[in-house]
């Protein structure tokens, strides 16, 4: 019997910008004409009504484009007024795409929700995601729940059934100091994943790696080994150069042209306004020791007039081509919705060139 070679799995990393990120993120804020606004179909219950008032989105993330040319957003709501009742929800965007960026179109597109689900903590503060192994349709979301629990929980996405699941599979085998985390991001370095923890009270991050093999053993979907995630080290406390005086909503790591890592910050000025100026501050980021260090630019984007800021979300994608995609949400369901949507969630998005 002839000799096969060995299966090669393909690990799920983001893109690399095709510009260096200075010149990316100057793309974006020059791009302020050019934005693209579409809802996640969202309930009244996510609106500022009443005792509701406290209740907001924290944090929203995207995945690649699917099999079906559909996009699937993911936003967590903090629900500050009943225990343990933070939220987290998706939504599958079937509208018009320029490659992975969303167009605009009028009316706007609604995005209808694919699954909804408790989070156990009434303030799930930060979400990434990372796709499924081989390109498949799902992915994992990670989320920093930050006042009870102090860890990171791990929630799989799957569209091969229906409906669409956005199921728990587990938390992070480490648990953390008070308040916190309340920043996480994650992605691919060589044949390792970096996984950031950090808090805007601690005043350092943790660093958590896993083999790329080791997080995924079997290569398949749903496969992932959370116990594959080890501290970096035996202190296991990084320089964080984020605090509460310039506290963004989320944080992600961007891998640019020239092959530098940054930390992309998502910041609204005033902290904690719905409409609030947004920057996007820079940090340099090296893995190999690692360290994060001091600001490099904060940028500042321009989003649509209304409710959208980074002051309560705030994520990215990289494209296949190298595009950078940055995107922000309402902070509370406004009662707008075209067709049978009532309360919606605005989501922007702009583009690089």
Not at 73 to 82: E, G, K
Not at 280 to 296: A, C, E, M, Q, R
Not at 326 to 339: K, L, V
Request: charged letters at 20%; one cysteine or more.
């Amino acid at each position: 019997m002839p000799n096969r070679p060995p299966r090669t799995c393909t690990y799920p990393a983001s893109y690399a910008t095709r510009s260096p990120i200075l010149q990316a993120t100057q793309e974006i804020a020059a791009n302020k004409e050019n934005v693209s606004s579409f809802y996640l179909d969202t309930l009244q219950s996510m609106s500022r009504f009443l005792r509701h008032m406290e209740n907001h989105a924290q944090a929203i993330a995207r995945s690649h484009v699917l099999s079906d040319r559909s996009v699937v957003f993911f936003l967590a709501c903090s629900f500050l007024d009943t225990a343990g009742a933070g939220t987290l929800s998706s939504y599958r965007y079937r509208g018009p795409l320029d490659n992975a960026h969303v167009l605009d179109a009028q009316p706007r597109d609604v995005a209808k929700m694919e699954a909804f689900g408790r989070v156990g903590d009434t303030h799930p503060s930060d979400i990434c995601f990372l796709a499924e192994v081989d390109e498949l349709d799902g992915g994992y979301v990670f989320v920093a729940e930050e006042f009870e629990k102090q860890k990171i929980g791990v929630f799989h996405f799957d569209l091969s059934g229906a409906p669409a699941s956005l199921d728990h599979v587990g938390d992070l085998p480490f648990r953390f100091e008070k308040d916190g985390p309340n920043l996480i991001t994650i992605d691919r370095v060589g044949e390792t994943y970096f996984l950031i923890a950090g808090s805007t009270h601690w005043g350092y991050c943790q660093v958590f790696v896993a083999k790329e093999s080791d997080l995924f053993p079997k290569c398949q979907a749903r496969s992932m080994f959370l116990p594959a995630f080890k501290p970096l080290s035996r202190e296991n406390r990084f320089n964080f150069p984020i605090t509460t005086s310039n506290a963004p909503s989320q944080i992600k790591l961007v891998k640019d042209s020239t092959g530098a890592w940054s930390l992309l910050a998502f910041r609204g000025d005033p902290p904690d306004k719905e409409r609030a100026t947004d920057y996007v501050d820079i940090y340099p980021v090296s893995f190999n020791p690692f360290s994060i260090g001091p600001l490099i630019k904060s940028v500042h984007i321009f989003l649509r007039s209304g409710d959208t800021s980074f002051a309560n979300t705030g994520t990215h994608f990289v494209e296949r081509s190298g595009r950078l995609l940055i995107s922000s949400s309402y902070r509370w369901a406004e009662n707008e919705g075209p067709g049978g949507a009532a309360y919606v969630h605005r989501v922007d998005e702009v583009r690089s060139d």
